[in-house]
């Protein structure tokens, strides 16, 4: 079977408001899964928008393990030129994957709902970070 | 793509990412925004002995 390209849009970021929703009103284990699958998508969401628009803009990005690493790289030289804080916020996501996805130790659903407000508004302000610091490259040449 | 059968529904499902615990986050191949959280134990083969790359990192 031919690998099919993954569907990194912004549904992720509805699934993942539903599942802290559903989180809220059930019981564990049913809620402690869903609080789980909230906090994947919205890393989810958050590391493969930012890989994307990296890319298309010419910060690359490479596949598997040296991603993190290379896109927390791109996000430090964003803070420097723009005087902007993304490392640490980008950081403050994965932080909360690690725990909750990988660990089961979640924040409360409320929190995961407002996490996935606050990762499309984030990611939204990086592209336009992307896109100001591209037009002051163009401008400087 | 690491894919695998749910035992009890006869799904394919990709593995998207492995916890660590005995949960996976899988569902239909390339749509992670249906993703939920499966047991190994409902998955053949058994998705800890696979090799993948955690989809966010591609």
Same mark, same amino acid.
């Given at each position: 079977?031919?690998?099919?390209?993954?569907?990194?849009?912004?549904?992720?970021?509805?699934?993942?408001?539903?599942?802290?929703?559903?989180?809220?009103?059930?019981?564990?284990?049913?809620?402690?899964?869903?609080?789980?699958?909230?906090?994947?998508?919205?890393?989810?969401?958050?590391?493969?928008?930012?890989?994307?628009?990296?890319?298309?803009?010419?910060?690359?990005?490479?596949?598997?393990?040296?991603?993190?690493?290379?896109?927390?790289?791109?996000?430090?030289?964003?803070?420097?030129?723009?005087?902007?804080?993304?490392?640490?916020?980008?950081?403050?996501?994965?932080?909360?994957?690690?725990?909750?996805?990988?660990?089961?130790?979640?924040?409360?659903?409320?929190?995961?709902?407002?996490?996935?407000?606050?990762?499309?508004?984030?990611?939204?302000?990086?592209?336009?970070?992307?896109?100001?610091?591209?037009?002051?490259?163009?401008?400087?040449? | 793509?690491?894919?695998?059968?749910?035992?009890?529904?006869?799904?394919?499902?990709? /593995?998207?990412?492995?916890? +660590? %615990?005995?949960?996976? $986050?899988?569902?239909?191949?390339?749509?992670?925004?249906?993703?939920?959280? /499966?047991?190994?134990?409902? +998955? %053949?083969?058994?998705? $800890?002995?696979?090799?993948?790359?955690?989809?966010?990192?591609?």
């Amino acid at each position: 079977m031919q690998p099919r390209p993954l569907r990194t849009v912004v549904d992720l970021l509805d699934e993942a408001a539903a599942e802290a929703a559903r989180a809220g009103r059930t019981h564990p284990p049913e809620s402690d899964l869903a609080r789980r699958q909230a906090a994947e998508k919205i890393w989810g969401y958050v590391a493969s928008e930012l890989n994307r628009t990296l890319r298309a803009t010419g910060f690359p990005v490479e596949v598997g393990p040296e991603a993190h690493e290379m896109r927390k790289k791109w996000l430090r030289e964003l803070d420097r030129a723009l005087g902007r804080n993304f490392a640490a916020r980008h950081d403050a996501f994965a932080d909360v994957h690690g725990a909750c996805f990988y660990e089961s130790r979640c924040p409360t659903p409320d929190l995961l709902a407002a996490m996935a407000n606050e990762a499309r508004a984030f990611v939204d302000e990086v592209k336009a970070a992307l896109v100001e610091v591209r037009r002051r490259g163009a401008r400087a040449a | 793509m690491v894919l695998v059968r749910h035992r009890l529904t006869g799904e394919t499902l990709e /593995v998207f990412d492995v916890a +660590l %615990d005995d949960y996976v $986050f899988a569902g239909p191949p390339g749509e992670p925004a249906k993703g939920r959280m /499966v047991h190994r134990s409902e +998955l %053949d083969p058994d998705p $800890f002995e696979a090799v993948l790359t955690p989809w966010h990192d591609r």
